[in-house]
C-alpha cells in the first residue's frame, strides 16, 4: 500500500510555528485544535491557532527530509516563506487550499 505523507506548517497562539509529519491531516489537525485530553501531548505549550502550509509526499523519507528543511530554517527565513507563499524551493507537492479549512482564527 502506497500511503501518503503529509508536511505542514501550524502557527501557534503565542506566534511561533511548529512542523510536522502525519498520515491524515484531518485526524492530526483535530488531535492539534481539540482541548482535553485528546489534544497533541507535544503541543501543550503552544496552543495551535492556524494551519499554515501542507506538502503531500510519496514516501516518509521525503516527507522527513522536507520537515528537517523546514526545521532548519530561522524563524524569520519561515515567516517569508509564508507571507511570500513562494514554497517552490521544497520538493514536494504543495496540498491545495481544502487543506487550510482547518485553521482556527
Keep these: 500500500m502506497n500511503e501518503k505523507y503529509y508536511?505542514?506548517?501550524?502557527?501557534c497562539q503565542d506566534n511561533s510555528l511548529y512542523t510536522g509529519?502525519?498520515?491524515n491531516v484531518k485526524r492530526r489537525m483535530e488531535e492539534h485544535?481539540?482541548?482535553g485530553d485528546r489534544c497533541a501531548?507535544?503541543?501543550r505549550t503552544h496552543t495551535p491557532k492556524k494551519l499554515e502550509a501542507v506538502w503531500e509526499s510519496d514516501s516518509r523519507i521525503s516527507a522527513?527530509?522536507?520537515e528537517y528543511r523546514i526545521k532548519r530554517l530561522?524563524?524569520?527565513?519561515?515567516?517569508?516563506l509564508i507571507k511570500d507563499n513562494d514554497f517552490s524551493c521544497f520538493n514536494g507537492k504543495l496540498a491545495?487550499?481544502?487543506?487550510l479549512r482547518f485553521s482556527i482564527v
Design 7 to 11: 508536511t505542514y506548517i501550524l502557527r
Design 21 to 23: 509529519i502525519c498520515t
Design 33 to 35: 485544535f481539540s482541548q
Design 41 to 43: 501531548k507535544y503541543t
Design 64 to 66: 522527513s527530509k522536507l
Design 74 to 80: 530561522s524563524k524569520t527565513q519561515k515567516e517569508k
Design 96 to 99: 491545495d487550499k481544502d487543506f
